[in-house]
């Protein structure tokens, strides 16, 4: 049973480029959460994908949009980088029963720099 | 006010040590509660929920004092693989999100 995956798992880009993050969530989850985790910080939500509709999103600039597939995989893309959109990139996936959302479970993340 | 707090530690405990976290949240009508353990540069992982009943796992017990808005963590007889930092994790009312704390970090001394 392949759990949450996520790609690349590093990249570095430079400020002012766009940077598209990959997620897939586990077999037979169909929300996918996207995070944001500085140094030293606990990750901070993002947004979240259910039903390919943004369902919910957190305080972050325009310049934080996503995707939702019908296989249920998810995309971010991050426009106009700044030095401070360093961080590592949480997807989490769980299973929405009844429109609640329940325990969720997290890719190894993509550790993205912006040099 | 954050919506989660916790002591960022450091906790440097010798092992079969008992240590405990605390965290508080708040928004008081928050339902669902979680206990999350990181690895360093790892993702997060999901130790255990947290019940209004209190729950155990081995080790490991997590309680919920709503009255004054805090959940707690339990390790007792620490082993050195519990070296990690400790995530308290909380899903406010009508989110369908989760708010994090800024993780508090144990470190198992042999």
């Known amino acids: 049973d392949a759990g949450v995956t996520q790609s690349p798992t590093h990249l570095i880009k430079t400020r002012g480029q766009q940077v598209t993050l990959r997620c897939s969530p586990k077999s037979g989850h169909d929300t996918v959460s996207w995070y944001q985790q500085a140094l030293g910080q606990g990750p901070q939500f993002i947004f979240q994908?259910?039903?390919?509709?943004?369902?919910q999103r957190g305080n972050f600039p325009d310049r934080f949009s996503g995707h939702q597939f019908p296989n249920y995989s998810s995309e971010l893309n991050v426009n106009a980088l700044l030095l401070g959109d360093s961080a590592l990139y949480l997807c989490?996936?769980?299973?929405?029963?009844?429109?609640?959302?329940?325990?969720?479970?997290f890719g190894p993340g993509t550790r993205l720099t912006v040099t | 006010r954050k919506e989660v707090e916790q002591d960022p530690g450091p906790f440097n405990v010798p092992e079969g040590a008992t240590v405990a976290f605390n965290c508080t949240y708040s928004?008081?009508?928050?339902?669902?509660f979680f206990w999350y353990r990181q690895d360093c540069r790892k993702e997060p992982k999901l130790l255990m929920s947290v019940y209004s009943s209190g729950n155990e796992d081995g080790r490991f017990t997590a309680q919920l004092n709503r009255a004054s808005q805090y959940i707690s963590l339990l390790i007792r007889d620490s082993k050195l693989s519990d070296s990690a930092t400790y995530l308290c994790?909380?899903?406010?009312?009508?989110?369908?999100?989760?708010?994090f704390g800024t993780g508090t970090r144990l470190t198992v001394i042999p």
């Open positions: 994790v909380v899903n406010p009312p009508g989110a369908n999100n989760l708010f």
């Open positions: 928004n008081s009508a928050s339902q669902s």
């Open positions: 989490a996936s769980s299973l929405a029963v009844s429109r609640v959302i329940h325990e969720q479970y």
């Open positions: 994908y259910y039903e390919e509709e943004e369902r």
